[in-house]
């Protein structure tokens, strides 16, 4: 069902085109039904659509949407390489393709927030050197650092027009944007505004920019008030003709504090049309249909009081007065009893409790309270990640590999990172107290040789009694996630006499101090417990009933480290509303307003509310949440599952992971000089000067080029839906004579041809479900120089499907029955096939 605000964009929005969308108004289905209809109507074609959305899993649920559209509409069009993403991914896509072949050509690895700010620790002598750096930064060193050269990048400030500055604050600045920049270049590294810097390098390029636009028919960005200045440009950058349509709402705008400026969406119209000459049209999305119009009508009137201007944001007509109302936050029992209440209305994962972060005590008391009396709890914010046997006992066997013991407690800590090192090394005091005579782990610690990488130990520890022992879900997923800071710190770290030390006493520190680890994914859920999360987490969510806690929350002012006047277009007060606002629209049926509030803003607010809800007038239903839709590919997917469905769990589910072998680095590399020569800012003479000082790829190149393969493509991903999983795939070449080719690197190794045949036969059944004619299938092997033509006879479509059924049931994920596949794989000791 379309309302005539949606049906105006859908069946005729005039580009370019602003689209405010109240919370609950189907903006993600006006998203998708205008895309497929632009497709539908032959206005632009499907892999020529270019969408960013805020987050990983908004780009995964709009792609799927999309996908199934069009499967229902019979419309058989070109899926290939379709641009659906957040703005870091899809920049790193575009960056792949259109980089100039330099020294800095091969993908960085990409370093997250808790790295970065070891990094700049392990660094911090470098800075302490710059000229100012006392007067400028005197507490927090690393998070100002990090701010430092984050605000430049995404204010889109010319690092070069703060060196010569008569201002010492914007030289400071210049030399630790310079310092920093320098240390990520030497370890090979990009953090996510690198990114995004490079991208928008890229398309101010007048050749390689306008190689960009010439490949895209339509853009569309999501939640644009969520967009800072660097995203502002490279959106603008993108278009050409005016062929952008923006989605976003001022109110719910939440990240000023991280650079977004809402004012990139209020003020879209007069900056596009500066930016291109084309004047743009505006629509409004205004119905709700996720809220009672109680809920609708409170959180109007609540933003209202803050922007003094009239939201036209309007409910269905079910006006309920039971839908919100206020309760007594301390009064646990009472809690207990209404969620209990709730619980034989609806499954517990239809109802969240929202606050505005974890800092306070209140939340995690209410936790263990609601466990006590049976109530499951998912929170997504936890701190007990560290508290779980199966990561303390790799802390303490990490630990004593470091030398770190004894650890001293004697002294009175000081400062808030005095308090919060103290509290890192009562922890691990207590662990050593536990674990320190358990003669199966002090037998462990001593059988490991100097030298082992902190992953590789994670892996042999698998071997122990415990976790030969454990069952629980949970726990492989805690032991993957902790597997990923180890495989992380191998990349980053050099392996020195201080290798396992500086993992425990730094490193690890950091994910301790910033809470940077959590039991649960952000879209964990579980139908039998109740959510608990901050309320920038719900962004983009709704449940049935939400229960709002604001705790000692007030308005709070953020300043970038060059805003010098300190006042800007940033409002805290009005952000202050917004994210409560926010909160609000996310109940359905019910909203709670817990009255522990400090702030006069939210007292006034629940004045107007009444104590009680008489939960019999408000029409319930109880929903399981629909699962997403699996994404399976060949590789990553159906041939690791064919080789070991335990593995697969484990690396898949579990999200184990190893450090990559120079080999697989090798492999990757041949890959994108292959995607560079079949691509449009391919230059000999580059190449030519590349290999010169990158001998170790002449080769493989040479013998490549001596093919002279008719390519139409490379590196060309494909979708295709089936119904109950998405099949996905990236085909190396595409050639003039529809042939298909995978290239690899290596020896011609015959356990693993047969796998490598059946690859691409998968990728021969995509193309075909894609409607496109496949001709040959190949395989050519680089640094032999030795072509494989695949007959039919391996994967057919059914099979893949049965294989891709099992997987998303959940079916048979034990060992394989084939020792002769354990070889090499990191599991062993788990499996004691060692």
Same mark, same amino acid.
């Given at each position: 069902?379309?309302?005539?605000?949606?049906?105006?964009?859908?069946?005729?929005?005039?580009?370019?085109?602003?689209? +405010?969308?109240?919370?609950?108004?189907?903006?993600?289905?006006?998203?998708?039904?205008?895309?497929?209809?632009?497709? #539908?109507?032959?206005?632009?074609?499907?892999?020529?659509?270019?969408?960013?959305?805020?987050?990983?899993?908004?780009?995964?649920?709009?792609?799927?949407?999309?996908?199934?559209?069009?499967? =229902? *509409?019979?419309?058989?069009?070109?899926? $290939?390489?379709?641009?659906?993403?957040? /703005?870091?991914?899809?920049?790193?896509?575009?960056?792949?393709?259109?980089?100039?072949?330099?020294?800095?050509?091969?993908?960085?690895?990409?370093?997250?927030?808790?790295?970065?700010?070891?990094?700049?620790?392990?660094?911090?002598?470098?800075?302490?050197?710059? =000229?100012?750096?006392?007067?400028?930064?005197?507490?927090?060193?690393?998070?100002?650092?990090?701010?430092?050269? $984050?605000?430049?990048?995404?204010?889109?400030?010319?690092?070069?027009?703060?060196?010569?500055?008569?201002?010492?604050?914007?030289?400071?600045?210049?030399?630790?944007?310079?310092?920093?920049?320098?240390?990520?270049?030497?370890?090979?590294?990009?953090?996510?505004?690198?990114?995004?810097?490079?991208?928008?390098?890229?398309?101010?390029?007048?050749?390689?920019?306008?190689?960009?636009?010439?490949?895209?028919?339509?853009?569309?960005?999501?939640?644009?008030?969520?967009?800072?200045?660097?995203?502002?440009?490279?959106?603008?950058?993108?278009?050409?003709?005016?062929?952008?349509?923006?989605?976003?709402?001022?109110?719910?705008?939440?990240?000023?504090?991280?650079?977004?400026?809402?004012?990139?969406?209020?003020?879209?119209?007069?900056?596009?049309?500066?930016?291109?000459?084309?004047?743009?049209?505006?629509?409004?999305? @205004?119905?709700?249909?996720?809220?009672?119009?109680?809920?609708?009508?409170?959180?109007?009137?609540?933003?209202?009081?803050?922007?003094?201007?009239?939201?036209?944001?309007?409910?269905?007509?079910?006006?309920?007065?039971?839908?919100?109302?206020?309760?007594?936050?301390?009064?646990?029992?009472?809690?207990?009893?209404?969620?209990?209440?709730?619980? @034989?209305?609806?499954?517990?994962?239809?109802?969240?409790?929202?606050?505005?972060?974890?800092?306070?005590?209140?939340?995690?008391?209410?936790?263990?309270?609601?466990?006590?009396?049976?109530?499951?709890?998912?929170?997504?914010?936890?701190?007990?990640?560290?508290?779980?046997? *199966?990561?303390?006992?790799?802390?303490?066997?990490?630990? %004593?590999?470091?030398?770190?013991?004894?650890?001293?407690?004697?002294?009175?800590?000081?400062?808030?990172?005095?308090?919060?090192?103290?509290?890192?090394?009562?922890?691990?005091?207590?662990?050593?107290?536990?674990?320190?005579?358990?003669? *199966?782990?002090?037998?462990?610690?001593?059988?490991?040789? @100097?030298?082992?990488?902190?992953?590789?130990?994670?892996?042999?520890?698998?071997?122990? $009694?415990?976790?030969?022992?454990?069952?629980?879900?949970?726990?492989?997923?805690?032991?993957?996630?902790?597997?990923?800071?180890?495989?992380?710190?191998?990349?980053?770290?050099?392996?020195? @006499?201080?290798?396992?030390?500086?993992?425990?006493?730094?490193?690890?520190?950091?994910?301790?101090?910033?809470?940077?680890?959590?039991?649960?994914?952000?879209? %964990?859920?579980?139908?039998?417990?109740?959510?608990?999360?901050?309320?920038?987490?719900?962004?983009?969510?709704?449940?049935?009933?939400?229960?709002?806690?604001?705790?000692?929350?007030?308005?709070?002012? %953020?300043?970038?480290?060059?805003?010098?006047?300190?006042?800007?277009?940033?409002?805290?007060?009005?952000?202050?509303?917004?994210?409560?606002?926010?909160?609000?629209?996310?109940?359905?049926?019910?909203?709670?307003?817990?009255?522990? %509030?400090?702030?006069?803003?939210?007292?006034?607010?629940?004045?107007?509310?009444?104590?009680?809800?008489?939960?019999?007038?408000?029409?319930?239903?109880?929903?399981?949440?629909?699962?997403?839709?699996?994404?399976?590919?060949?590789?990553?997917?159906?041939?690791?599952?064919?080789?070991?469905?335990?593995?697969?769990?484990? +690396?898949?589910?579990?999200?184990?992971?190893?450090?990559?072998?120079? $080999?697989?680095?090798?492999?990757?590399?041949?890959?994108?000089?292959?995607?560079?020569?079949?691509?449009?800012?391919?230059?000999?003479?580059?190449?030519?000067?590349?290999?010169?000082?990158?001998?170790?790829?002449?080769?493989?190149?040479?013998?490549?080029?001596?093919?002279?393969?008719?390519?139409?493509?490379?590196?060309?991903?494909?979708?295709?839906?089936?119904?109950?999983?998405?099949?996905?795939?990236?085909?190396?070449?595409?050639?003039?004579?529809?042939?298909?080719?995978?290239?690899?690197?290596?020896?011609?190794?015959?356990?693993?041809?047969?796998?490598?045949?059946?690859?691409?036969?998968?990728?021969?059944?995509?193309?075909?479900?894609?409607?496109?004619?496949?001709?040959?299938?190949?395989?050519?092997?680089?640094?032999?120089?030795?072509?494989?033509?695949?007959?039919?006879?391996?994967?057919?479509?059914?099979?893949?499907?049965?294989?891709?059924? #099992?997987?998303?049931?959940?079916?048979? /994920?034990?060992?394989?029955?084939?020792?002769?596949?354990? #070889?090499?794989?990191?599991?062993?000791?788990?499996?004691?096939?060692?």
């Amino acid at each position: 069902m379309k309302n005539i605000h949606q049906e105006k964009i859908i069946n005729g929005a005039k580009l370019p085109a602003l689209v +405010i969308a109240g919370p609950g108004t189907g903006k993600t289905h006006t998203l998708v039904e205008y895309v497929v209809n632009s497709i #539908k109507k032959g206005d632009v074609r499907a892999n020529r659509v270019l969408i960013t959305t805020f987050t990983k899993k908004a780009a995964r649920e709009v792609t799927r949407r999309i996908l199934e559209r069009l499967k =229902e *509409e019979g419309l058989d069009r070109d899926l $290939s390489n379709m641009m659906v993403g957040n /703005f870091h991914s899809l920049a790193l896509d575009f960056i792949s393709k259109y980089k100039n072949l330099d020294d800095e050509f091969f993908t960085g690895k990409i370093i997250g927030t808790e790295g970065e700010e070891f990094l700049v620790n392990e660094n911090i002598e470098k800075f302490r050197a710059i =000229e100012g750096y006392k007067t400028f930064i005197q507490y927090n060193d690393a998070k100002t650092i990090l701010d430092i050269f $984050s605000g430049i990048i995404n204010s889109v400030i010319d690092p070069l027009s703060l060196k010569d500055s008569d201002d010492p604050r914007e030289v400071f600045a210049y030399e630790v944007y310079s310092t920093y920049e320098k240390i990520l270049k030497d370890k090979g590294l990009m953090n996510f505004q690198l990114i995004l810097k490079t991208f928008l390098d890229i398309l101010s390029d007048e050749k390689r920019g306008e190689m960009i636009r010439d490949k895209i028919d339509l853009v569309i960005i999501d939640e644009y008030q969520d967009t800072n200045l660097i995203q502002e440009k490279i959106a603008m950058k993108l278009t050409r003709n005016g062929n952008i349509m923006v989605f976003g709402d001022d109110d719910q705008g939440l990240y000023s504090f991280r650079g977004a400026d809402v004012n990139n969406l209020l003020n879209f119209a007069d900056r596009f049309e500066e930016y291109s000459g084309k004047k743009v049209t505006s629509y409004r999305l @205004e119905i709700n249909y996720r809220s009672n119009d109680e809920i609708v009508t409170r959180a109007k009137d609540f933003i209202k009081a803050a922007t003094k201007t009239k939201k036209d944001l309007m409910g269905l007509g079910d006006r309920n007065p039971n839908s919100i109302v206020r309760a007594r936050a301390n009064e646990t029992d009472n809690l207990i009893k209404i969620v209990k209440i709730l619980g @034989e209305k609806i499954n517990l994962g239809q109802i969240a409790f929202l606050f505005p972060s974890f800092n306070n005590p209140y939340p995690k008391d209410l936790e263990e309270s609601f466990e006590k009396a049976g109530i499951g709890v998912i929170n997504r914010k936890s701190d007990r990640f560290f508290n779980n046997t *199966e990561i303390e006992i790799l802390v303490f066997i990490l630990t %004593s590999l470091g030398g770190i013991y004894p650890i001293d407690l004697d002294y009175s800590p000081y400062t808030y990172e005095e308090r919060k090192y103290y509290e890192y090394k009562a922890y691990l005091k207590e662990i050593y107290d536990k674990y320190s005579s358990d003669r *199966e782990l002090l037998d462990f610690i001593k059988s490991i040789k @100097e030298g082992t990488l902190i992953s590789e130990v994670i892996y042999r520890a698998l071997g122990l $009694s415990f976790y030969q022992d454990l069952r629980d879900e949970r726990g492989f997923s805690n032991i993957g996630k902790f597997m990923g800071l180890g495989v992380d710190y191998d990349e980053l770290v050099d392996k020195d @006499e201080d290798f396992f030390r500086k993992f425990i006493s730094s490193y690890l520190y950091l994910y301790f101090k910033n809470k940077g680890l959590s039991e649960y994914e952000e879209d %964990s859920y579980d139908k039998d417990a109740v959510n608990f999360m901050t309320i920038h987490q719900a962004k983009g969510l709704e449940f049935d009933v939400v229960f709002v806690s604001s705790l000692n929350d007030y308005p709070r002012s %953020s300043f970038s480290f060059l805003d010098k006047d300190r006042k800007d277009d940033k409002d805290p007060e009005l952000d202050f509303y917004r994210k409560y606002y926010t909160a609000f629209t996310r109940a359905k049926k019910l909203l709670v307003i817990l009255d522990n %509030s400090r702030d006069v803003r939210i007292k006034n607010f629940m004045r107007g509310l009444n104590s009680g809800s008489d939960i019999r007038t408000i029409d319930f239903l109880r929903k399981d949440r629909e699962e997403e839709k699996k994404v399976l590919a060949f590789t990553s997917d159906i041939d690791l599952y064919m080789t070991c469905p335990m593995k697969y769990k484990l +690396i898949r589910e579990n999200n184990f992971r190893m450090v990559k072998t120079e $080999s697989l680095y090798f492999g990757s590399h041949i890959h994108e000089l292959v995607e560079y020569i079949n691509s449009e800012v391919y230059e000999k003479e580059d190449l030519y000067k590349f290999l010169v000082k990158n001998s170790d790829y002449s080769l493989s190149l040479s013998n490549y080029l001596g093919r002279s393969f008719d390519v139409r493509a490379s590196e060309v991903n494909y979708k295709a839906d089936r119904d109950f999983y998405i099949l996905q795939g990236t085909i190396d070449l595409l050639l003039e004579d529809s042939s298909i080719m995978d290239l690899k690197t290596g020896n011609i190794d015959k356990d693993s041809l047969g796998s490598y045949k059946n690859q691409v036969l998968t990728y021969k059944n995509l193309l075909r479900l894609n409607k496109e004619e496949v001709n040959k299938t190949y395989l050519y092997f680089v640094e032999k120089d030795e072509l494989i033509e695949v007959e039919d006879g391996g994967m057919a479509i059914d099979e893949i499907d049965s294989i891709a059924r #099992k997987i998303v049931d959940g079916e048979d /994920f034990d060992r394989t029955k084939e020792p002769s596949k354990c #070889k090499l794989c990191p599991f062993i000791y788990y499996c004691k096939r060692s």
